[in-house]
């Protein structure tokens, strides 16, 4: 299997991160014959260093040219009294939608070890495993006309979606369903949008062609309450823009920190794959980020891009053995519980790449 791989590692913790998961793409490359070639590009704060933008043409070409993309994280301190449009973010915001990906997938899985670390009681958390797929180029985020009108002290923004794109994203959820516990839930507000009245509307549709997979509706304000008091009871959650946004942090809690979440976005050029965390200023050039929201990454460009399903699942196997043998960065160590490894990011990457069985 032949992959081109394009590396946008950014900025802070982002190249301390990426590093791990090219380490866990290389071993599995190696152990299987497979060709992964990697081109790295500027993207973020070092791009504005080096080059005067967020995101030179050379790594939107770059990235078009590859066969999936994965990237780091974007932000830095010293950039905070530029306008938006030439901050890091924006150079993140510009490849999203220049690749055009539609489909944000966002695992959210409890690891049983890291129960505690949760704000959560254990017997809630334990065995969760929820994939979001949150629709990320239309709704709220994307709706024209938008505006805010100072003088007239009012702002404005709309709510759209065709049948069309509802309809994509629909079929992703539905898809990854029939690989997992056959569950779909899709999020709206029926109640009150008819934006949303047209959602339900297609995903009834869609449905009808995945009989195998059982789909209930939840109003968007009921589920933040079902997410924290039953979330066992969840696969595939579908979603809007805004509402998924939401509800994927929310979920967040589950795993007890933001150093664990992978994402990957698909349906556009070039798939786009990202731990959630942004650049963590804080604790950038330390040596402590956890690597494992970028190796699960990884394990998405292995699921997703390269279709080597056994070695994604050994990645994620391999996880959550380094976690039940102790292995903890300071994120997820907690001093007062016996038996813990305080880990570096280097060491966990090494731990987690020990423990990967091919
Ligand atoms: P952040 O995700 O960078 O950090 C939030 C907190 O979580 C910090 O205390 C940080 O130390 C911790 N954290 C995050 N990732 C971690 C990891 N892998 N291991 C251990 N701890 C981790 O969010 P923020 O502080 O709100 O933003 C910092 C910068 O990152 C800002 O410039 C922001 O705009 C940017 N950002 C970028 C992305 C992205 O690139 N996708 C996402 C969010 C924020």
């Not at 890291?114 to 709220?140: C, H, K, Q």
Request: glycine share 10%.
């Amino acid at each position: 299997m032949n992959l081109k791989i394009a590396v946008l590692a950014g900025d802070g913790i982002g190249p301390e991160v990426t590093n791990e998961a090219l380490n866990v793409l290389n071993a599995v490359a190696k152990h299987g014959g497979h060709s992964f070639t990697y081109t790295d590009l500027l993207i973020g704060g070092v791009a504005i260093d080096a080059e005067g933008t967020p995101l030179p043409q050379a790594t939107i070409d770059g990235t078009l040219a590859a066969d999936a993309a994965l990237l780091g994280a974007v932000g830095h301190n010293k950039f905070n009294s530029f306008p938006p449009s030439q901050r890091p973010e924006a150079g993140l915001l510009k490849i999203r939608s220049v690749l055009g990906g539609f489909a944000n997938l966002r695992p959210s899985v409890a690891y049983k070890p890291l129960a505690d670390n949760s704000a959560l009681r254990p017997e809630i958390t334990e065995g969760v495993d929820i994939m979001f797929v949150r629709e990320l180029l239309g709704g709220l985020y994307f709706g024209e006309p938008r505006w805010w009108n100072r003088e007239e002290k009012l702002a404005h923004n709309t709510m759209v979606y065709s049948e069309a794109e509802v309809e994509r994203v629909a079929r992703i959820a539905f898809k990854l369903a029939q690989g997992r516990k056959k569950k779909v839930t899709s999020v709206d507000k029926a109640n009150v949008l008819e934006v949303s009245q047209l959602w339900r509307y297609v995903v009834d549709q869609v449905a009808k062609d995945f009989p195998d997979v059982t789909l209930e509706h939840q109003l968007v304000d009921s589920m933040a309450i079902h997410l924290m008091n039953r979330p066992k009871d969840f696969d595939v959650v579908l979603t809007e823009n805004l509402f998924g946004d939401i509800l994927s942090d929310e979920a967040g809690v589950i795993t007890g920190s933001l150093g664990m979440l992978p994402s990957a976005t698909l349906g556009g050029k070039v798939n786009l794959y990202e731990p959630v965390h942004g650049s963590a200023p804080d604790i950038a050039g330390k040596g402590i980020a956890n690597p494992i929201g970028a190796i699960l990454t990884a394990a998405m460009v292995l699921r997703h891009s390269a279709g080597l399903e056994k070695e994604a699942k050994a990645v994620e196997v391999a996880v959550a053995e380094v976690l039940a043998a102790g292995y903890r960065t300071a994120d997820i160590a907690r001093g007062d519980i016996a038996g813990q490894k305080k880990v570096s990011t280097g060491e966990m990457g090494k731990a987690v790449l020990d423990a990967i069985q091919l």
